[in-house]
């Protein structure tokens, strides 16, 4: 599987990583990639168009800050414990922006991430997990402080093969 994401920058790609180390005390494997925000996934990507449309995209992207908004799950069988982001207007922009643009040449992408069904979250741990312990690695996680603001430094596409960062394209080049 592949995604178009936005790799966070320092320090808080470390504080992301040291919470999910912490899905091991639940019985969780801590997510496998570098955190991230992700806009778009599918199967895979022709890489030559898509370098093209990130470029595009990255070049007419004004500087986009995000801010947490505490901790959420997906519910289910194997819940996803996660850092929820506050959707904003620049947020959602380039959200319809990546979709759009890559319409034309992948057919599938994967439906939670379409326009009406996107929740901008960062995923902390989500292989292992139930329900039970999903609750309880939440209520470890409520009070830990989660006021993050930052800057999305990039388009990234990501592969859950090694390596997984295939392309990079740095945000904000206005």
């Given at each position: 599987m592949y995604g178009i994401v936005s790799l966070l920058p320092e320090p808080y790609q470390s504080e992301a990583s040291r919470r999910m180390q912490r899905a091991l005390e639940f019985g969780a494997e801590p997510a496998r990639l570098p955190a991230h925000v992700s806009f778009h996934v599918a199967?895979?990507?022709?890489?030559?168009?898509?370098?093209a449309a990130l470029q595009e995209i990255a070049a007419q992207t004004a500087?986009?800050?995000?801010?947490?908004g505490g901790w959420g799950v997906f519910p289910g069988p194997q819940p996803v414990v996660?850092?929820?982001?506050?959707?904003?207007e620049a947020l959602v922009t380039l959200h319809q922006r990546i979709w759009q643009r890559l319409a034309?040449?992948?057919?599938?992408?994967?439906?939670?991430?379409?326009?009406?069904?996107?929740?901008?979250?960062?995923?902390?741990?989500?292989e292992g997990l139930t329900p039970a312990s999903a609750s309880r690695m939440l209520a470890s996680l409520a009070f830990e402080p989660l006021q993050w603001h930052f800057e999305l430094p990039d388009l990234t596409v990501l592969?859950?093969?090694?390596?997984?960062?295939?392309?990079?394209v740095p945000l904000n080049t206005i």
């Open positions: 199967a895979s990507y022709p890489m030559e168009e898509t370098r500087p986009l800050t995000v801010h947490t996660f850092i929820a982001l506050a959707k904003n034309p040449w992948v057919p599938d992408p994967h439906p939670l991430y379409a326009l009406d069904a996107w929740v901008p979250h960062i995923t902390i741990a989500c592969c859950n093969d090694p390596p997984p960062v295939r392309l990079r």
